[in-house]
């Protein structure tokens, strides 16, 4: 997990980064849509992560609650 979040954050800054260097340009050129381009992916895995991670506490949660009905027979 931790993994995973260290990359967002890389490819987060590496669009800031990219986005700021290209500001200057009245043009979008290639670096602004590649900035774009890597914003669009981050967004994409923000989400897809959240998901995953809310099905897994969904899991987690079934599976205690198994747990303690079974404890209480």
């Known amino acids: 997990m931790r993994k995973i979040s260290r990359s967002v954050v890389a490819a987060l800054m590496l669009g800031a980064l990219v986005a700021g260097?290209?500001?200057?340009?009245?043009?979008?050129g290639p670096a602004e849509r590649a900035g774009k381009a890597i914003d669009?992916?981050?967004?994409?895995?923000?989400?897809?992560?959240?998901?995953s991670m809310e099905?897994?506490?969904?899991?987690?949660?079934?599976?205690?609650?198994?747990?303690?009905?079974?404890?209480?027979?």
Do not use: F, P, R, Y
């Open 21 to 28: 260097l290209s500001g200057c340009q009245k043009k979008e």
């Open 55 to 73: 099905k897994v506490g969904e899991k987690m949660e079934e599976a205690g609650e198994k747990i303690k009905d079974a404890a209480d027979k």
């Open 40 to 51: 669009s992916a981050v967004d994409k895995t923000e989400k897809q992560i959240d998901k």
